[in-house]
């Protein structure tokens, strides 16, 4: 037990990153602070807010001597908005600490610690969001402060693509008094759309906002996906950012895109016949359902890409039963994803082939990881 009272200042020497908040991590007499704004190798002096019984939160109060990674973040409301936590960490630093916290979250589900490849960088650390969801208030455009509703105007955000930050002056012009919130978005194309967003509104929910990695991680899955397979699921398949690719490279495997999300299904059933792909059943309904009623199907292989709360128990219950010879596991949230794929291997009902990690959204401690398994205990092979 800490013997760290609350306001209390203390000196302390940033070790790691942290997944969750993205807050620095030291330890004071053992005990783990984690203190926000923070770089590796920072000597800072900080205020404790917060403790619990197995770490504590404070607040920074002075960097006394910065660590060799440390920069100037580039956005001058970097510290304020909620977008970005990294930005004062070098990039190379950025992807070294998301190596270090995975390489700590999956070992001890891999046979082989070389199974964990190098994570994959963005071609782009800054410049890179093809979307950015703005709040309009009083006239002003902004993000929301870190856990508060205030709002922080700005002129820019460094983290998205220049023709969206180039459109910013304009949509001032439009009259916006009844919205809440604007999406900025842009395609390959570089056309920008600006659209009014409702609190119901879950289209694109599943749509990547890097697409220069998302076009590096899609050749990944290709080159993974059995070439042979007869049948095979995208569940939580969104608009079709992966159906669509592998049912024009497997022309002779019957894809099943199932998504819950109305908008989202009809997008990707126009899509599919725009693009006169007739390889694809669409199931608007949720992966518990379709999981619970389609055994026959019997499929090569099935990809999963379900948001950060994971597979329900539901779900992780049928998809067993599936007995699916490989699996192929997409998830932007690791403490989930290592829950799920440690209830996959467990008593060698599957085993880890490899694991991917991407870089999709530097200046952030998110990570999208992909993962490879195959059914059967791998040491019985």
Not at 117 to 125: R, T, Y
Request: glycine letters at 4%; one cysteine or more.
């Amino acid at each position: 037990m800490s013997q760290l009272k609350k306001l209390e200042h203390i000196q302390l020497t940033i070790n790691s990153l942290s997944f969750g908040k993205g807050a620095g991590v030291g330890r004071h007499q053992g005990f783990v602070v984690f203190v926000a704004k923070t770089c590796p190798g920072d000597v800072v002096l900080c205020e404790i807010t917060l403790v619990k019984k197995n770490f504590a939160e404070a607040r920074l109060l002075e960097i006394i001597t910065p660590g060799k990674n440390r920069r100037t973040p580039p956005c001058p409301v970097a510290f304020e908005c909620g977008g970005c936590q990294w930005q004062q960490v070098s990039y190379e630093r950025q992807l070294a600490e998301k190596q270090s916290l995975l390489l700590r979250t999956f070992s001890p589900l891999v046979s082989d610690p070389s199974k964990i490849a190098q994570i994959v960088a963005s071609p782009k650390e800054f410049g890179y969001r093809n979307r950015i969801q703005v709040h309009f208030k009083n006239g002003q455009l902004g993000f929301l402060k870190q856990t508060s509703e205030t709002l922080i105007p700005i002129e820019y955000c460094a983290i998205a693509e220049k023709v969206i930050n180039d459109e910013l002056p304009n949509v001032l012009k439009h009259d916006y008094k009844n919205s809440k919130k604007i999406e900025i978005r842009t395609n390959m194309s570089q056309e920008v759309t600006i659209t009014e967003v409702s609190l119901d509104d879950v289209g694109d929910r599943f749509s990547q906002v890097n697409s220069h990695v998302n076009e590096i991680l899609l050749n990944h899955i290709l080159s993974w996906a059995p070439k042979t397979a007869k049948v095979a699921c995208d569940l939580f398949s969104g608009n079709g950012n992966l159906t669509f690719p592998l049912a024009k490279l497997l022309k002779n495997t019957k894809f099943h895109a199932v998504e819950l999300g109305e908008h989202s299904h009809q997008i990707a059933q126009q899509q599919a016949q725009n693009q006169n792909l007739t390889n694809i059943d669409f199931h608007n309904q949720s992966v518990e359902s379709f999981l619970s009623k389609n055994f026959e199907l019997k499929p090569d292989f099935i990809i999963l890409d379900p948001p950060r709360a994971g597979l329900s128990t539901k779900a992780m219950t049928n998809l067993k039963r599936f007995s699916t010879p490989n699996l192929i596991y997409m998830s932007c949230d690791p403490m989930t994803l290592k829950r799920d794929l440690t209830e996959l291997v467990k008593n060698g009902e599957y085993h880890i082939e490899k694991i991917q990690p991407f870089d999709m959204f530097p200046q952030t401690f998110h990570v999208e990881v992909l993962v490879a398994l195959k059914k059967g205990d791998e040491t019985a092979r």
